[in-house]
């Protein structure tokens, strides 16, 4: 079977996360993604948390499988002639330069439409146009300024960072959503178009259910979170799931940091939680058995699931609610996910042999396509595919000899 993006050529001039993680799904799903690094040094990424002195680090290499790396100095005038002719030969050109960088590099979108009318020029920056438009952005400054820092955590503690990389890689998968709407739109236009997603914008969607409940504010509390009291904006409510069903993360044995398992109760799911807990008095309780009376007491619902809990393991506690259809997930740790069997068999996290690295285990790709299969392979080394690239282009040896020299690859 082909590939969804077979034929697709995509320049990467991306570094670091958000840009990167966007161009991997795109090289995933089949496109030759080639990706653009200064000579000698290449994706600062390359050097930065590396575990092996002599090998690109994890971080790099996490973020760059199934791409093309070719060395090129786009300052030079020879490197400008080379991108000029890698673009008319494009479909899309990716980049998350700050502001006014591809500018000035003599590549911004009006200046590169010119030379391509069909290419798809696709930016990510920290902030749209506006106040902010200028000012740095990194992953946590975009959970920051996005909504996602000021409703994590709890009441009585600081906002918090999450794991997931919202602001980065949460961005990447909403620029290949434009990029790919864009390719979609070209096949009835003929027409490339500039597609721009800045990262607080990506962070704000995610939180979208957040401004739902500062709109809620003004007709009363929050009934659905467990807060004591509420102010005029959305309050940090810990593991309360804020939603239609509450939900709680809950301990259990033998009392580690992740020895604890996510519940949420459903009206259908009170009665056999009872007396799983050992309280099925409660199932006809007035008192306990409907959600709205629940929701004054939801403390004291969950101590009480808790109580059985910390006298079982998590997996013990999966087992037995799946059995009854009640939702849950025990929280799981890198350790526990990354050894995984169920996620390797499904292609979750994959193990990829790398020349420099050896074994290292990465994720797959989240997007499964029936008709286009994915095959996870190693990211390039610096340079790796640049005469493969060029020659393509039609450059000879003694051409590529005469750039190696000048230090434009």
């Not at 069909?118 to 400054?141: N, P, Q, T």
């Not at 340079?383 to 690859?409: P, W």
Request: with cysteine; glycine share 10%; aromatic share 6%.
């Amino acid at each position: 079977m082909g590939k969804a993006l077979e034929g697709v050529r995509v320049l990467d001039m991306t570094h670091v996360q958000s840009g990167p993680s966007a161009t991997q799904i795109l090289a995933w799903l089949g496109a030759d993604v080639i990706k653009i690094e200064l000579p000698g040094r290449g994706d600062v990424t390359r050097l930065q948390l590396r575990d092996l002195p002599e090998a690109d680090s994890l971080y790099f290499t996490m973020l760059n499988g199934n791409k093309r790396s070719l060395t090129l100095n786009v300052k030079h005038d020879a490197g400008k002639r080379v991108l000029t002719e890698l673009v008319a030969k494009s479909d899309v050109l990716v980049e998350n330069f700050g502001p006014g960088v591809m500018e000035r590099l003599g590549f911004g979108w009006e200046q590169l439409r010119q030379a391509n009318p069909r290419l798809v020029y696709a930016s990510i920056k920290g902030f749209g146009s506006g106040r902010y438009a200028d000012f740095k952005a990194y992953e946590v400054i975009a959970q920051a300024m996005g909504g996602s820092m000021s409703t994590t955590g709890f009441p009585e503690g600081p906002p918090l960072a999450t794991g997931a990389q919202v602001g980065d890689s949460g961005t990447g998968i909403h620029l290949v959503a434009g990029i790919l709407a864009a390719l979609y739109q070209r096949t009835h236009t003929g027409q490339g178009q500039r597609v721009q997603v800045a990262m607080q914008d990506a962070v704000l969607n995610l939180c979208r259910v957040k401004l739902r409940d500062q709109q809620r504010l003004a007709h009363g509390p929050l009934r659905e979170y467990p807060n004591e009291r509420f102010d005029d904006e959305v309050p940090r409510s810990g593991n309360a799931s804020g939603g239609g069903h509450p939900g709680w993360a809950v301990r259990c044995a033998p009392g580690g940091p992740n020895d604890y398992i996510y519940v949420i109760i459903q009206p259908v799911g009170w009665q056999p939680l009872t007396e799983l807990i050992g309280h099925p008095e409660l199932a006809d309780d007035p008192d306990w058995n409907t959600p709205e009376a629940r929701l004054s007491k939801l403390d004291k619902v969950f101590a009480l699931v808790e109580e059985w809990t910390l006298n079982h393991t998590k997996w013990d506690v999966l087992e037995k609610l799946n059995a009854h259809d009640i939702p849950c997930g025990p929280v799981l740790s890198t350790k526990e996910l990354i050894e995984d069997e169920t996620l390797a068999e499904l292609g979750t996290v994959v193990a990829v042999e790398h020349p420099e690295r050896g074994s290292y285990k990465t994720v797959g790709c989240p997007l499964k396509l029936s008709d286009s299969p994915v095959d996870v392979m190693r990211s390039p080394l610096l340079g790796e595919h640049t005469d493969e690239i060029l020659g393509e282009l039609g450059y000879s040896r003694e051409r590529l000899q005469a750039l190696r020299t000048e230090g434009v690859i």
